[in-house]
């Protein structure tokens, strides 16, 4: 149990373009979604949190418009880079909170490469 | 203010030694505490968490960590690697109160030598 899956697991894409990124969770209802990005060989740095029917939260220095993140069921949760550039480049990780466990599940991560 | 601090990058370990693997945290609250194992290019898989009772946790693949409030200290134990316990472990804390969102270590690397 406690499954949470993104799509898709890689992209690569031109400067300019829009990237969509789903986060879900396959088996339990999550209403708090957490995306997350990793540079290599670093941790994980706390984008945003999305609360399902709600406006995410944006960590400090996390640009809203450039980072597009809707929840609108409690299963799904989707992350658009908007106007990628190669910067953008990078390991977009989102967890699920299982709320009866209060316990972050993660999925496997999205590798998007910027061209 | 919250913050984990995992003292050591990176660590090499002979296969069949023993691992310690140290974290640190600040919070303010009651924290909850996890490990979570990452290999390259995967997301992250949850090795253990503790939030209340009995101080030494018990998690997957033969881990344990044992919780020390004196020593804010979460500290991850294996007492046989395998070389197949190669990755990235990250320390994390969290708290209902924040709405569960996690602050993670930086991470520490582990390298198991045949």
């Known amino acids: 149990g406690a499954v949470v899956s993104q799509h898709p697991s890689w992209v690569i894409c031109k400067s300019g373009t829009s990237v969509k990124i789903e986060c879900r969770s396959l088996d339990f209802q999550a209403t708090t979604m957490f995306w997350y990005r990793q540079f290599p060989k670093q941790s994980l740095m706390l984008m945003a949190t999305?609360?399902?029917?709600?406006?995410?939260?944006?960590e400090q220095g996390v640009e809203k418009d450039k980072f597009l993140i809707n929840h609108a069921s409690l299963t799904l949760s989707t992350l658009t880079v908007t106007s990628a550039h190669p910067e953008d480049s990078s390991f977009y990780i989102c967890?699920?909170?299982?709320?009866?466990?209060?316990?972050?599940?993660f999925g496997p991560g999205t590798r998007l490469t910027v061209l | 203010a919250q913050s984990v601090t995992q003292p050591d990058i990176h660590i090499t370990v002979s296969e069949g030694a023993s691992l310690e693997l140290r974290c640190n945290y600040s919070?303010?609250?009651?924290?909850?505490l996890f490990w979570y194992v990452q290999s390259p290019g995967q997301g992250l898989q949850l090795l253990l968490k503790?939030?209340?009772?009995?101080?030494l946790v018990q998690g997957i693949k033969g881990f344990e960590a044992e919780f020390k409030r004196s020593q804010s200290s979460f500290n991850l134990r294996k007492p046989s690697v395998h070389w197949s316990d190669a990755a990235e472990y990250f320390c994390?804390?969290?708290?209902?109160?924040?709405?569960?969102?996690?602050?993670f270590g930086t991470g520490t690397s582990l390298t198991v030598i045949p």
């Open positions: 919070y303010g609250a009651t924290p909850y």
């Open positions: 503790y939030f209340s009772g009995d101080t």
């Open positions: 967890s699920a909170r299982h709320a009866s466990t209060d316990t972050q599940y």
């Open positions: 994390a804390v969290g708290a209902l109160a924040t709405g569960n969102q996690f602050y």
């Open positions: 999305s609360n399902e029917g709600s406006k995410a939260t944006y």
